[in-house]
């Protein structure tokens, strides 16, 4: 439960620099920066601490009155700054101190500007519940967010009829990365987009549409100010940016390197001949766990994704942990399906099936068009447990899968290779996954020449406990 009140918290205690905790003073330094004139600003407040049982991670998100900036035409709006996601007291209350060197907590502080409207006192506190949102995905996957990133929300952000339903993350235009005695805290910026949008961010990549909303100001402008009231998306404003985004995908390919997603694989080789036979493995109903190792490698790809010049490459097992098991699906395991890494041997299959939600489907041809066409790779990675599905191109390195074993797994983690012929024939099978809006479901589509099956579900199908 949260609390409203001008002052509270951090601007209330200023003047107490031996109370007044170093981190939550050097980011309030900051705000105190940019907003000179407005020491003591509206803040929701956590009336529980998160570090006291509550459930909001944000101690604080100050909410300030951005006058805007005529010379670049900018509009008035409200600024919300949260506080939280950074180490604010340094003692190992909500993050572990690791020194001033590294990211103070998860090393961020989320922001959000929205378009004042005419006749507005106050500022609306939806977007601070919106932020606690994310501040709990945060603390519970610890995973954390950088700039060009996309968030499907599927829902409008304030709760209402909008089409702002979804957010990219950008660099804070005003607000300065700073330094703390507990690490360093940089400033990501909310900004809601349409449906749309964020598919063509999907597509090619989300700095690419950012920089498309920077130059028109309904749909953002120079400061990416969110404007709920906003019914058409930046393509019905201008067409011929859609252009811009064919080019892009064309000659950059996507930097969507992964997804979490509603998907399992099964391996339809043959039917098992018993429970204890080792050469067949149905993901869907015998769930494993990825070793930490593996989950590591997937972990390091994905971000290797993201750096669009880099050679795409699977790094070696042995690097250190970057990506981190769902806790939840820890808990649901048995003893007996964690299985130790060096004792999962790679299995070389010969027929799979690959089952995606429609969701994860309509991605397909993005994974094969922006992503294995141009020499990388992708993953779908299961939010119903371990399970991952990587598709790699020919020219990545570090792959289990190859051409002569295009279908290969370890634990519960597959990998296809995908040939570049195969590609273009699998575009021209599943083009009907590109369209918008709802579509009947089951879809099937299958190669019988390759043993690859895939099908997309309802989602109800991945709702199972056996999914």
Known sequence: MEDMRPGSGAAAHLGLAALFPPGLQAVYGECKRVYPDQANPLQVTAIVKYWLGGPDPLDYISMYRNAGCASVDVQEHWHYISLGLSD????????????????????????????REAGETAP???????????????????NTFCTGDHISWHCPLDNSESRIQHMLLTEDPQMQPVQTPFGHVSFLQIVGVCTEELQAAQQWNGQGILDLLR???????????????RGETVFDIDPHLQDSIDKGVETDGSNLSGVSAKCSWEDVSRPPEDEDDSRSICIASQPRRLSDKDT????????????????????????????MSRKDSLESESSSAIVPHELVRTRQLESVHLKFNQESGTLL?????????????FTYKSINGDTAITFVSSGVEGAFATEQH???????????????????QMLSELQDLSSRGESKLPKEYSWSEKKLKISVLPDSVFDSPLQ
């Open 215 to 229: 130059g028109v100001r309904v749909a953002g402008g120079p400061w990416l100010i969110t404007d709920m009231r």
């Open 124 to 142: 609306p506190t939806w977007p601070a519940e919106l932020m606690q949102g994310l501040a709990r995905y945060v603390f519970q996957s610890d």
């Open 88 to 115: 604010l007291y340094g003692d190992n209350r909500v993050h572990e101190f690791t020194g001033p060197d590294g990211p103070s907590g998860f090393g961020f502080e989320l922001t959000f500007r929205l378009k």
């Open 406 to 424: 295009p279908y290969a797994a370890h634990g519960p983690w597959l990998q296809i290779l995908l040939t570049e012929d195969f590609v273009e």
């Open 296 to 323: 590591e490698q997937i972990r390091e790809a994905l971000r290797k994704g993201l750096e669009i010049n880099s050679k795409s490459v699977l790094p070696p097992i042995d690097i250190p942990m970057l990506f």
């Open 365 to 377: 041809p993005l994974c094969l068009r922006g992503r294995i066409l141009h020499g990388r790779h």
